[in-house]
């Protein structure tokens, strides 16, 4: 009974021991802890530095960008760290992306308060139901393939410039990243068409943008804005002019630097790479704002959208804003009229929609 | 869930649907009763059905002038479309392993970004084209425009999972496609099958009369 009081005693005397020790050990990984804690504030208040950070150090230089030399054949093949892209991430971050931001939200705010607080301009003695065609077939369809084509590309490239402060937030990392790389392998499929709807917008549009009479008075004039005289207004306002350039401007400045991102190779230079992404992404905010306000000018001015729905417009609206692009019209029309009927001896009848067809595919 | 239905059930119902509708659609064409023709042939008839169905590919020298906007417009989405259906790796691949057994050269990656590339000039021309000239909008029934819309999501949501590394991707362009054989039978899109007894009736109506086509 003795030996058996011995062995509790030795028991208890063993729990505490290995208790002791456990607590020890604790409290000394506590120790090595806080000092290792402690180490490394003190580490971080001494810049005391490791012989792995002086080396890379060295080899970034800083703010300069080094190369050495190497037997491998490249272009970049001698740079270890280029700190060019360090510095365009800084700035794609900290200008591009909240400014351009600010812009777009800009753009937005001011077509909210013009749709708000400007009334729409209705047809002057309303709709006459007599209509002119103003656009030939392959002038709407030109129109509309470049309103899929940047729409398309406005979409996925706003997607791949904002969506990851704007998607990750709302939906999460996951449902992220398949949204960017089908916005990448979009914006990239899509983009060379861009260059195909430039040229069919040079081709259909540029001999109705020239400068032409009454155009610098309708600048100085903002369009009769703040006056209630009627402007002789040709095929297309200076407004529409400007417009006209803007894009066709903008749209060649994308496709340049679109295609030199879109074949690095031939543009090896990083340097050169970064500026084109941000010209790219500058012209692209651009082009959306102005397209924010060209929604809003057609809009705004009834009757203006049947140009590009069904290419003829009310002749109301034709007098009103294009008064000597109507005027020439009506007397083109009559004169073709008088020589038909002259040659045809009134036999041959020209109807205004074969019209449309022939002159659309000429 | 979803993904095992559009992988499953969904695949074969669709694949079950386009196949059934295709050969009772053909099959209606071709075995339609028809008057029988009782005057004394001209000329034979296979000779005019084979030169018809070949000559057909190049538009009339008079009608090219007026069309020549549709019919390029039609050859480079045509083509384009081909390319990409036939021609894509991952098509390639994807027939090999699930119905033939066999596989043929792929398109490098460069050609089947400019096969799509066509593809979609094509068609969204075509398309615009349908909607904006007043003849084709008068001609165009409601058929015509889902046939289009649908061709389009296709070939869009193939091309954005182009990269194959996200399921979701994948799954949304194979639902698309479902969507597109199941529509296929009952629609316009019956074309790419039907031109061939079309021209073949024509030609060989046409050789009988002694009729050069």
Known sequence: MTKLKHFWFLGIMMMLFSFNINSVSATENLKDANSGLADAVSLQQERVQSPGSDLWRNVRQRDATISGRTQVKGLKSGTLIDTKNNQWRKVRRELLLPYGGYFLMGALGIIALLFLFIKRQRIPNGKSGQTVTRMSTMQMITHWFLVVIVGFMSITGLLLLFGRFVIIPLMGASAFSPIASASKEGHNLMGPLLVVALLMMLIYYVRHNFPAKGDLKWLLTVGGLFSKKHLEVGYFNAGEKILYWATIVLCTVLSITGLLLLFPYYEPTIDRTQLALLIHAIAALALIAMVFGHIWMVYTVEGTFDAMDTGEVDENWAKSHHSRWYKEKTQTNEDDEGELSASSEGTISKDPSSEKEQGAYS | ?213
Not at chain 2, 145 to 154: A, E, K, Y
Not at chain 2, 163 to 191: D, G
């Open chain 2, 1 to 213: 869930m979803i993904d095992s239905f559009i992988d499953g059930p969904l695949w074969y119902f669709s694949l079950f649907i386009f196949f059934a509708g295709v050969i009772l659609r053909l099959g209606s064409i071709i075995f339609s009763k028809h008057k029988v023709d009782l005057s004394v042939a001209k000329g034979p008839e296979t000779p005019g059905a084979l030169r018809t169905l070949f000559s057909r590919f190049i538009p009339d020298k008079g009608l090219f002038k007026h069309i020549k906007f549709q019919v390029i417009a039609g050859y480079v989405f045509h083509l384009g479309l081909f390319a990409v259906i036939f021609f894509a790796a991952p098509h390639i691949k994807f027939l090999d392993k699930h119905f033939l057994g066999f596989s043929w050269p792929a398109l490098p990656h460069w050609g089947f970004l400019v096969a799509a590339q066509l593809a979609f000039l094509g068609l969204i021309l075509l398309w615009l084209h349908r909607i904006m000239s007043p003849v084709s909008r008068l001609l165009s029934t409601k058929g015509d425009h889902i046939s289009s819309i649908l061709t389009f999501v296709v070939l869009l949501t193939g091309c954005l999972a182009l990269l194959e590394s996200f399921s979701s991707l994948r799954l949304l362009h194979r639902f698309s496609v479902e969507l597109f054989l199941i529509y296929f039978p009952f629609s316009s899109l019956m074309h790419a099958f039907t031109f061939v007894p079309s021209r073949i009736f024509t030609g060989a109506w046409f050789g009988r009369r002694g009729i050069k086509s």
